[in-house]
């Protein structure tokens, strides 16, 4: 059964102005969370600094993922890339992005910052306004089927145009392979937004529940602030 379009997303969501209200949920690893979720730490296999090879998220995130993964398919899964992130794994990946994008012939300054800004957010210790994956309510993800892992149509952390959730909605002649692609992240998409979470336009990987920009796409107040540490978060 092919899931329905992708509706029209805004490209520039912005964080919700209301304080966040801290629920204070404990986060939990997502490796044994469900038979249907696999994880697949990505910036660990990419030695990034400070990570580890689990993922975590916020206990009610992780049952709305948990509840995601069991509409899938028979012989489906969910594979995760990503889930909370420390400040230092968020300042090495901002630190890499930006390296990647001086080489390219960017040069320092506002544009640079700017174009930043739309795949990396800037790390930061303010717990009161935290970047999506210090919370620990964002994560980035695909599904894996009988014979792999589906094809998106990019990478993970693809910084193209074609990294867009609509980007394969948009085609006005799309060939098999790419109706093949349009239907799988349409799969992935109202998988996760059927449980609650909110996407991100310029990342089809990209979802959060209880963020300040799920509060501001959901008109709801957010309930997740940032963590900085996993000492005495992790429920066992």
């Not at 709801?220 to 429920?235: A, D, F, N, R, T």
Request: proline letters at 7%; glycine letters at 8%; aromatic letters at 10%.
């Amino acid at each position: 059964m092919v899931s329905p379009p992708i509706p029209k997303l805004s490209d520039h969501v912005l964080p919700s102005t209301l304080p966040v209200r801290e629920c204070g949920e404990e986060m939990v690893p997502l490796s044994t969370l469900s038979a249907r979720i696999s994880v697949y730490p990505a910036y660990y296999a990419q030695g990034y600094a400070g990570t580890t090879p689990e993922a975590y998220l916020r206990k009610e995130a992780a049952r709305r993922l948990a509840s995601a993964a069991e509409q899938l398919p028979s012989g489906y899964e969910l594979v995760v890339l990503d889930g909370w992130r420390s400040f230092e794994v968020q300042a090495s990946l901002y630190e890499g992005f930006r390296q990647s994008l001086l080489l390219q012939g960017w040069q320092d300054g506002a544009t640079l910052a700017e174009e930043l800004r739309k795949f990396v957010a800037p790390p930061t210790t303010d717990i009161t306004k935290p970047s999506p994956h210090l919370s620990g309510g964002a994560v980035d993800l695909t599904i894996a089927g009988p014979n792999g892992w589906l094809d998106m149509g990019t990478d993970f952390d693809d910084f193209t145009e074609a990294a867009a959730t609509r980007h394969y909605e948009e085609l006005s002649q799309p060939t098999e392979n790419e109706i093949t692609i349009r239907n799988n992240r349409r799969l992935l998409y109202h998988l996760m937004t059927s449980a609650g979470f909110v996407n991100y336009a310029k990342e089809w990987w990209h979802f959060e529940y209880g963020t300040r920009s799920w509060g501001q796409q959901t008109h709801q107040k957010p309930i997740y602030g940032g963590i900085l540490s996993m000492e005495k978060i992790i429920v066992e």
